[in-house]
Structure formats: C-alpha cells, structure tokens
C-alpha cells in the first residue's frame, strides 16, 4: 500500500508543479496550452543532463529549458500577439518533434547510478512542489507584487494606468510557470519513471491544464485536484495494488482520468457553479494586452 | 561625428488581409523554417542543399515516395476540413485526433462483422460508418459545448486520450487483435481502397469535400449563419440564429470529416490495411494537428488548404530519407515538422500586424 501512496503522490508532484506554474501563467493573463510540450522538453532534458551529470543538474536542466521555452511563448503571445492557443500548440508540436530527435536514441533506462534521494520513499521534490503552492498562494493573496499580477490578469488596462509594467509581469509569471512545467518534466522522467521512452508525458500536461480551471484559479483547491487525480492516475496504471480483483480491462481504467476531467468539466460549467467561475476567472485571460 | 539613426519600429494593425499576402507570409515562414533546420543538419554533418534535394526527390517521384506524399498528405486535409468548419463558427476543435480514431474504429467494425460483402457495398458502408461515429464524437463535444457551456479546447483533447484508449482496448490483446502482436487483424481484402492514379479514391473524395465546403461556407443560407456567429456572437443571437444548434452541427461536421480519414488512412495505404502497434497509430493521429496550423495559415480557405497539404505531406513523406538514405539519426524527420510548426505560428504575427518604420522627426 505504501509504495503505491508513494507512487500516486509522484503523480501529484508532477501535476502539481505544471499546474501551479500554469495557475501563475493565468493569473497573469496569459493563457499557456503548451505545458504539456514544455514537460516533455524538461523531461528530455532533465534526463540527457542527469545521464552525464547526476540527478540535480538534470532537474536544473528541466527547470532552465522549461524557462526557455516559456520565455518563447511569452515571446510569442506577449509581445508578437499571436493567437495564444495556436502559440502554445506551436509549441507543443515542436516538443514533440525535439524531443524525439533530441533522447529518443538514448532510450533505455538512466544509468544506476543517478539515484533518486527519497526521504521515507519521497521524493524532496514532493514537499518542493508544496512549499511551491504555499509561496504562489502567499505572493498572489498577500503580497504586493501577487496585487500586481491579479490586476493585470483582471484589467490590464486599469492596472498599467496605476503604474504596473503589464508586459514586464505577464513575462516574468509566463518564464516562471514555464520554469515549474520543465521542471515537472524533468521529475517525470527522473524520478519517476526513471527511463527514457517515446514522449513520456501521455496526457499528463492536459490534465495539469485543466486542473488549473476546475481550481477556480485557486491554489489550495488545486493541491486538493493534484492528489487526487495523482492518485486516480495511478490508480490506472497499477490497479492491482490496491484491489486484485478490478475487473475492467487496464485501458478502460487508463481513460477514466480523462473521463472524470470531462464530467468535473460538466458540473464546474453548470449555471450554479458558472457565476463563481466567472468571477474568478481572470477577465483578461487569453486577451493580448495593446497598450494605447 | 556620424549620427547613426536608427529606425523606430512600428506595428500596423492589419484590418483585411488578402490571400496573396497570406501566401507570402506562408512562404515566408517555409524559408525561415528550412533555414532553422539547415543548421541542425549541418550539425550532423550533412550538406543542407543535398538533404533537401533528396526529401523533395524521393517524395515526388512517382515509383519512391509520391503514392504515400498523397496519401499522407490527403489524410492531413481530411483534419484540416475538420478544424475548418468549427473554426468558422469560433470554435476550437482540437478533436480530429479522438474523432479519428472513432472513424477508424466505425469503419474497421463494418469491415470485420460483414467481410464477405461486395466492395462496392462494403466499403461505403465503411466510410458511412467511420462519419457516423466521428460526426458523434464531435457532436458530443459541441453539444457540452452549446448546451452545457463547457470548453471545447479541454473536452476535445480529453476525448481524444480517451478514444486512444478505446482503439487500444479494441486491438492489443482485445477484440480484433491479430496474430501479430499488438496489431490489429488485417481488413478483408474488400475492403481495401481502389487505387486511382497512384491514390486511394478517398483522395478525390476529400478534395471534392474541399470544394463543396468552400461553396457551402460562403453561398449558403447554413454557411452564413455559422460565418456570422464565428464572426459576432451577439449579432448571431441578434438575428436569431440558435447558438447551440449550430455548435452542435458544425462540430458534427468537422467529426465526421475526420471520422472519414480512418478509412483512408488505414485502408488506403498497403503498407497498413490494419491498425498498427499503438505507437504507430499515434505517431499517425499526431499528424491530424497539423489540420489547426494549415487551417489558420490558409485563412480557414477550404480551397487553399489542398495545396499546402499536400506540401506537409511531401515534407513528411520526403525526410524520411534524411534517416533511411543519408543515415542521419532517428527523429531529424519530425524535428523538421516541428520547426515549421512553430514558424507558421511565429509569422502568425504577420496575419495581424505589418511593420513599418517610423522616422524620428
């Protein structure tokens, strides 16, 4: 049972690090759809890095090339204005190609030496990602600066005229959530799974995403749909540690993530939820900010 | 003292862009692209002109590699037509890959409960079928769409991984699992495409598609209410025109477009003529994305997204040779995908905005 717990809250770790960072990306107004390619360049990455040397330089890698490519996204969507979701596709669709040029030949699994430092079996890495939410929670409802990046998410407009540099906020958030999807990358793959295959992440950036909407751009609720639906993933993959008899076949069990996302898609669209969700949506979110 | 003055930069917005500036804009980007990529070939040593040189031979000659460029290149219209006709009305679908494979499994359903049936019954059974069950899934997506207001970028993605499932629960180990592993049982033999001019028919198919749609979308009394709520919600309701409805349709439409590519792409190509190892059969839905990018690149002209296509097709197609004639490493093939992709969505500026340079008074 223990090792399964462990399993599922690595699971959580890596949703919770792509979804944090996106929560952050949003909340500033910019809408990134690519994490998922984001993750499998960290992912990359962090496990061609850790291959020469070791384990932390390769989730600094993961963490670097996360930033690079969300300093082109914001690049992209920011200052060029590119429609955000075909910017963030771009990028997803480039990963795919990258990343299979890039590690696909060193397939196999990390050499046995680079080992994962785990505390009771955890990963340092787990209570990172939580120390994560608790610091974005604490910037965007406390501080200052989390003041600055909610107004200019809401009113961009309003906010510049209040003296808040929107494009310099809606960079440095859009890096730091890409920062946080390679590094979430870079975990997979390391910690993980421990071995390079083809395009590891398997959807796992997709539900990240949506995690970040049925959140209510909140990051408690978030640390609450990360572990639940690292446990649901898991759940998936290896049934059989927790009961032996399940009777449904693995794939049906491997849809049921992306099923439950549906249905919790369904009941946060329905009229009694939609008003909440409007309110907290971010009102600019996805809309390029012109300056006059 | 030499004052070296440097322009200001200014962006223009661009009000109406003509398709010859779209062309431009597209060729564009093509040459920033293949610049990118010659500096990766030029890493693994090899000379970018001969590389290039051998991609475009090998796919358009007609006894290499040209009966697949069609093929493929075909197979990506079908998505792009599916990501067309939703986008008119505003609405993202993401879905081909999901709707894909729903066609795939509708058609290769037919074709194993009614083998033995003439091909000049079964196989439009087949693509009856493979509609049927695309036009559903898409028309699921529009209906939590139009109905239940739910985002149609995230329920289209999220069915696409559960339809990838579904094909998975159906050939590996499953149902209709062959002798070899984890492939699929092959078709009937009648329910192999017809070969006309080096294509499956299914090629003519799409085109015609292609053309009826263009006319659809701009003569008819269906077309233009869909323009408009793509155009102006509010006008839409305005002018009462039911929103769910046409959600509901053109998501239908588009799911049946793509449902038709899983006949075409499996039956139509021998090399296939069954649903591969799951690897195999995704790396293939993969490319149904490339129906958003040349969708949004050909201003949504179901006309202009036939030629350019057929041009990814060949890249596809062609670079293969970088890996299998000139030995260059695994995956060089699909890095150049990707470095297009990003530079058509890169000069996607350029459909927004042009540059001028302002002179300092």
């Keep these: ?292 | 003292m030499v004052y070296i003055q440097i322009p200001k930069l200014k962006r223009e917005r661009i009000v109406v862009l003509t398709g010859r500036e779209a062309v431009s804009i597209s060729v564009l980007s093509l040459a920033v692209a293949f610049i990118v990529f010659s500096g990766f070939l030029m890493y693994e040593g090899a000379d970018p002109i001969e590389a290039y040189r051998n991609i475009f031979s090998f796919a358009f000659d007609q006894k290499l590699g040209l009966s697949t460029t069609l093929h493929r290149g075909f197979f990506i219209l079908f998505a792009t037509l599916a990501f067309i006709i939703p986008m008119r009305a505003g609405l993202w679908n993401v879905g081909m890959e999901g709707q894909f494979y729903l066609g795939t499994i509708g058609a290769f359903a037919v074709a194993y409960t009614l083998p033995t049936l003439h091909p000049g019954i079964l196989i439009p059974l087949m693509l009856l079928a493979g509609a049927l069950f695309g036009a559903f899934y898409g028309a699921l997506a529009g209906f939590l769409r139009g109905k239940l207001n739910v985002n149609e970028v995230v329920t289209t993605l999220m069915l696409n991984n559960i339809a990838f499932w579904l094909v998975y629960l159906l050939t590996v180990g499953g149902p209709w699992a062959g002798i070899a592993e984890s492939t699929s049982r092959p078709l009937p033999a009648s329910a192999h495409a017809p070969i006309i001019l080096n294509t499956p028919f299914t090629s003519f198919l799409v085109i015609g598609i292609a053309v009826i749609l263009y006319i659809f979308l701009k003569y008819s009394s269906i077309g233009y209410q869909i323009r408009v709520l793509g155009n102006s919600p509010a006008a839409a309701k305005h002018i009462g025109i039911s929103a769910p409805k046409i959600t509901v349709l053109v998501m239908a439409l588009g799911g049946a477009i793509a449902g038709l590519s899983g006949y075409h792409m499996w039956a139509g190509d021998p090399a296939f003529f069954m649903i591969p190892r799951p690897e195999a059969y995704k790396a293939i839905a993969d490319l149904t994305y490339w129906g958003l990018i040349i969708g949004l690149i050909c201003l949504l002209n179901s006309i202009a997204a036939i030629p350019l296509s057929v041009f990814i097709g060949s890249i596809l197609v062609g670079s293969t040779v970088l890996v299998r004639r000139l030995r260059l490493p695994f995956g060089l093939d699909v890095l150049f995908l990707g470095i297009i992709s990003l530079t058509f969505v890169a000069f996607q500026f350029f459909h927004y905005y042009r540059i001028k340079i302002k002179r300092r008074e």
């Design chain 1, 1 to 292: 049972m223990w090792p399964f717990i462990i399993r599922s809250l690595e699971v959580a770790t890596i949703l919770l690090l792509a979804a944090i960072g996106e929560l952050l990306t949003q909340r500033s107004g910019v809408l990134n759809v690519g994490i998922e390619g984001l993750m499998l360049l960290g992912a990359a990455s962090g496990f061609l890095t850790a291959m020469i040397w070791g384990l932390i330089p390769g989730y600094l890698a993961g963490l670097l090339i996360g930033a690079l490519f969300g300093l082109l996204h914001a690049i992209l969507s920011i200052t060029l204005r590119v429609n955000q979701v075909v910017s963030g596709m771009g990028v997803w669709l480039f990963a795919m190609g990258f990343v299979t040029y890039w590690a696909d030949r060193y397939s196999g699994p990390l050499p046995p030496w680079v080992t994962s430092i785990r505390v009771y079996g955890l990963s340092p890495i787990f209570f990172l990602a939580i120390i994560t939410v608790v610091v974005i929670w604490f910037i965007l409802s406390k501080t200052h600066l989390g003041l600055k990046i909610r107004s200019t998410g809401e009113n961009p407009f309003a906010a510049e005229v209040s003296g808040v540099k929107v494009m310099r906020i809606r960079y440095i958030c859009t890096i730091t959530g890409g920062a946080l999807a390679g590094l979430a990358g870079a975990f997979l793959s390391l910690t993980y799974l421990g071995i390079w295959s083809h395009l590891p992440t398997k959807g796992l950036g997709w539900i990240a995403f949506a995690l970040v909407m049925f959140s209510l751009w909140r990051p408690f609720i978030l640390l609450g749909g990360a572990l639940l639906f690292g446990f649901v993933w898991q759940f998936a993959i290896s049934p059989e540690t927790i009961y032996a008899g399940i009777p449904a076949p693995l794939p049906i069990l491997r849809m049921l993530p992306f099923i439950i996302t549906i249905i919790l898609l369904i009941i946060i669209s329905s009229e009694r939820f939609r008003r909440k969700w409007w309110l907290a949506r971010p009102e600019a979110l996805g809309v390029p900010y012109i300056k006059e």
